[in-house]
């Protein structure tokens, strides 16, 4: 079973390097999926009141055996709690639903500016922080301007901020303005789109390594500092995303990553969407 290290979050927790993503699962799928993923070695699972899948993601975890306390378990809630009291509301169903009685990490999904009631959504995490419901506060797709008005308005920083990130999409800004911050970056669809796996560079880095195209890309994530969430259903794939701490790329080889970067096009605006 692979070891997988962790990395220090600003309020004490430790968050480790690398973890199973469960959209688009439903119940049964996922239930499966991560007993397999824990059993493993995985330790981070993350899901989303969004992704209708919490209830398996707890089956899960009970079926692996695995005791809660060394399962860091990550969920994140919707615009309509976008309040101090809704977000306990959302916190109540989440550990109702994933049967748990705290979550290690609890991200607001996504700031929906529209709406314009983060920053009381990220108070109410800050309180359910301070009264230990939940071990640390965090949040998804926020970019620099969303992450500096919640800092402002409360004082608090994020544990962490997960946005979406590759070799494709490397994020620069929102990079720069989590480590100036102290914030671990975290990546969804860290291994998309597909066609990056058979991009020339990849291809022959994984040639080189002997590796999966999938296992250098995650490879590259850790070495840069982020914390991937590759989501598979397959017990092989898991096991194959999960060994990649057994290898280092070069400098030049990170940097030969970095510049297949092409920029934020194909991003989801987090000014426009959410949910």
Same mark, same amino acid.
Do not use: C
């Given at each position: /079973?692979?070891? =997988?290290?962790?990395? !220090? &979050? ?14 688009? /699962?439903? %119940? ?28 398996? *993601? ?8 695995? !005791? ?34 705290? &979550? %290690? ?13 983060? !920053? ?36 608090? =920083?994020?544990? $962490? ?16 303005? %989590? ?17 990056? &796996?058979?991009?020339? $560079? *990849? ?13 250098? =890309? &995650? ?8 914390? !991937? ?37 194909? $991003? ?8």
């Amino acid at each position: /079973m692979t070891s =997988v290290p962790t990395l !220090p &979050l600003t309020h004490g927790a430790q968050i480790p390097a690398i973890g199973l993503g469960t959209w688009p /699962m439903d %119940d049964a799928e996922a239930a499966t999926a991560v007993r397999t993923a824990l059993e493993a070695g995985y330790r981070l699972v993350d899901t989303a009141e969004n992704y209708g899948n919490e209830t398996g *993601v707890g089956r899960g975890v009970r079926d692996s055996g695995v !005791p809660r306390e060394d399962v860091f378990i990550t969920t994140k809630l919707n615009r309509r709690w976008h309040s101090v009291e809704g977000v306990r509301t959302a916190w109540e169903h989440s550990v109702r639903r994933l049967g748990v009685d705290y &979550l %290690d990490l609890f991200l607001i999904h996504w700031p929906n500016p529209d709406q314009g009631t983060y !920053p009381q959504a990220w108070e109410g995490l800050a309180r359910l922080l301070e009264e230990g419901r939940v071990r640390a506060i965090g949040t998804s797709n926020f970019k620099p301007a969303h992450l500096a008005r919640i800092i402002e308005a409360t004082g608090v =920083v994020p544990d $962490v901020n997960q946005i979406n990130l590759n070799p494709y999409a490397t994020r620069a800004a929102s990079v720069a303005a %989590d480590a100036e911050h102290g914030i671990v970056t975290e990546s969804w669809s860290p291994i998309k789109p597909t066609a990056m &796996l058979a991009d020339p $560079v *990849v291809a022959g880095l994984a040639e080189r390594h002997g590796r999966t195209p999938a296992q250098v =890309v &995650l490879r590259w994530h850790t070495q840069r500092g982020y914390v !991937p969430i590759p989501k598979s259903a397959s017990p092989q794939r898991q096991a194959e995303n999960l060994a990649i701490f057994d290898f280092v790329l070069a400098d030049d080889e990170l940097a030969a990553l970095d510049a297949l970067d092409r920029g934020e096009e194909h $991003v989801t605006d987090s000014d426009e969407f959410g949910h």
